[in-house]
Structure formats: structure tokens, C-alpha cells
């Protein structure tokens, strides 16, 4: 990963942020970087994860609609569904996962997520963390790993974008 990598964030990210360490009275700092960089076009968000995030009708929710919407990418673009198509076909294809799982993960923007990563070569940001073994749900990382799109951590991505609270 170069220094000038992009950053897709899943919505996890936001969530455990405004829910958790990050929370928009605590450390408003984040959300100002988070913005920032947005505008250098280093930090961005799909609208699958956007339409999960405003499900929450929460200060989260009026936050990515009112502040964060013009960095939430459309997953229309060719590219993006012909790797979504790829991605899919991929989990479905593996015996590892329940069904159930496989469902899931077809009904979130997981999959989309990475799919947008992959067709523009950008870094997938989330909390996930590489299962091998689970069955029981398609973690992002382990989909990232197939199809080689690479995957970090919100304090590695931070680290990387050279942020810091001050």
C-alpha cells in the first residue's frame, strides 16, 4: 500500500466510532479528519454503507446524510458490479460458509464494499478481522484475501493518513 492510498470505509467504522472512542462530543477531531480527508480524496464511503448507517436514525444518520453524503461513492458503475457479480459468486461457491451466511452477506455492503475496492484499487477499512475458519459469517477479510484487495484497521488507516489529536 502506497502512501497515497485511498481509503473505503465500512460502515462498522462510523458506527463503532460515533457508538464508542470516537463519539461526536468526545473526540470531534475524527469526524473533522474523517472529513478532511475526504476532501483530499483520500477517505470515502460507498452508498451501500450509507444506507446501512441511516437505518440507525441516529446522530450518526443525519451526520453521513448532512456532512459525509458527497463522499459516499455510487456502486453503479460497471466496474464495481462486475466485481460485486465476481465476489458473489465466489462466497457462494464456498463450502466453508453456512447458507445462511452467504445470504447475509449478499444483503449487506460487504460485498459491495469490496467490490468497489477492487475495481478502483483502493484499501477496504474495517473492524473485521481475518477469520479462516468461521462459518457462521462472511468476514470482509476473508473475501479481501481472495481477491487480493487490500484491508486495514481505522488506527492503522489514522497512522497512515499521518492524523493526530492534539
Not at 460458509?97 to 483502493?122: P, R, S
Request: aromatic share 14%; charged share 25%; net charge positive.
Amino acid at each position: 500500500m502506497t502512501n497515497n492510498s485511498v481509503y473505503v470505509l465500512d460502515a462498522n467504522i462510523f458506527i463503532h466510532a460515533a457508538r464508542f472512542y470516537y463519539a461526536f462530543d468526545i473526540a470531534p477531531a475524527f469526524w473533522n479528519a474523517l472529513v478532511t480527508h475526504a476532501q483530499s480524496g483520500r477517505v470515502i464511503t460507498i452508498d451501500q454503507v450509507m444506507k446501512e448507517i441511516e437505518r440507525g436514525k441516529d446522530d450518526l444518520a443525519k451526520w453521513i446524510k448532512n456532512t459525509f453524503q458527497t463522499w459516499c461513492k455510487p456502486t453503479t458503475e460497471t466496474d464495481v458490479i462486475e466485481a460485486y457479480r465476481d465476489i458473489i459468486k465466489w462466497v457462494s461457491n464456498q463450502n466453508q460458509f453456512y447458507e445462511e451466511a452467504k445470504k447475509e452477506f449478499a444483503n449487506v455492503a460487504d460485498g459491495w464494499l469490496i467490490a468497489y475496492a477492487k475495481a478502483k484499487g483502493f484499501v477496504v477499512v474495517t473492524h473485521e478481522q481475518l477469520k479462516s475458519e468461521k462459518k457462521n459469517k462472511v468476514q470482509i477479510p476473508n473475501v479481501c484475501n481472495a481477491f487480493n484487495v487490500p484491508y486495514t484497521n481505522t488506527f492503522e488507516m489514522l497512522r497512515r493518513l499521518g492524523v493526530q489529536f492534539r
